[in-house]
């Protein structure tokens, strides 16, 4: 059996017996022993290691329904010799950040959990990684809305290069793992589309080897930048009653509705209504020749109008 260089406490017996004899109820507690204490628990899964400037990030799976029958997890490493104990984590830990490491040695981590009563899991699958320094992070980060998605594209970094893209809703606070499930080999990424907040990312380049380099410059996606394009295809027809408006539905997704002015002789366009489909029902006085002008909605902005001067014309 491997030699592990930690010590762990032992079932305080005394608690025991009384919770056993008297049946205590805080004994089935998170904190205090029960029979499930002396079973030996489940082993954290999944565990994987990646390498970030600075750091090696070791994150792994464990059941949440499992959490109030342990105390924590023990996480270890190893180089040349045994695994060694380097930290003491929570029962709701699922990452450890290692930054005592060395660029260019060979580390195995593994991770054991520890029930209430002091009694270790088997090990984990063993991770085994050698750090070296990243790539440089990519440039020229640019943006398209497609539909429903955001399209973000940059410059190549090199010709074996991976990348992992990060977002937040919080600017500047990342989480440690990307939006990707796997390191990217491409220079471009889909995400969906968010209508009704700005969404910022970062985007790091990683080796062959998995070493992840440094973020790139935070770019930000912002609804309420986006500017909506003019209307296309206005048309105007006159009715005895009313006068009927129409437009091509513009194809970006964001688009909220479409506002419309009417002017009448030497007036200014005056806003008349607001329509969430590319199509306007004018009822005011068809005998009176008018101009007019439709705008399109975004999330926060009013695009460019688009107009039809001299051709809603009442007819002699």
Request: proline share 9%; net charge neutral; glycine share 8%.
């Amino acid at each position: 059996m491997r030699k592990r260089h930690f010590a762990l406490s032992g079932p305080p017996a005394v608690l025991l017996l009384l919770c056993l004899l008297f049946g205590i109820s805080s004994c089935g507690k998170k904190g205090a022993l029960t029979l499930v204490s002396h079973e030996k628990p489940a082993a954290p899964s999944h565990l994987t290691a990646h390498h970030r400037e600075g750091v090696i990030i070791l994150s792994w799976d464990f059941p949440a329904e499992k959490e109030r029958e342990v105390a924590g997890f023990i996480t270890l490493r190893a180089t040349e010799g045994e695994f060694e104990k380097i930290a003491s984590l929570d029962s709701r830990s699922r990452s450890f950040r290692d930054t005592t490491f060395k660029e260019g040695t060979n580390y195995r981590y593994e991770v054991l959990t520890r029930n209430l009563a002091g009694i270790l899991s088997d090990a984990s699958d063993v991770v085994a990684l050698i750090p070296f320094p990243g790539p440089m992070p990519p440039r020229e980060i640019t943006s398209r809305i497609i539909g429903d998605s955001v399209v973000l594209s940059w410059e190549k970094t090199g010709v074996k290069t991976l990348y992992n893209v990060y977002r937040t809703f919080s600017k500047g606070v990342y989480g440690p793992a990307p939006l990707n499930t796997f390191p990217l080999g491409d220079n471009a990424f889909h995400d969906i589309f968010f209508i009704d907040r700005p969404v910022y990312y970062t985007i790091r380049s990683l080796s062959e080897n998995l070493d992840e380099g440094p973020p790139s410059a935070e770019f930000a996606v912002d609804p309420g930048q986006l500017v909506p394009p003019a209307p296309q295809d206005l048309r105007c027809f006159v009715m005895p009653d009313r006068i009927d408006l129409s437009w091509k539905e513009p194809q970006a997704a964001w688009v909220t509705g479409f506002r419309v002015y009417r002017k009448i002789g030497s007036e200014e366009y005056a806003l008349i209504g607001e329509t969430q489909i590319p199509s306007f029902v004018d009822m005011y006085n068809p005998s009176l020749n008018r101009d007019y002008r439709v705008t399109v909605l975004g999330p926060s902005r009013e695009g460019p109008p688009t107009e039809i001067v001299g051709a809603c014309r009442n007819p002699e």
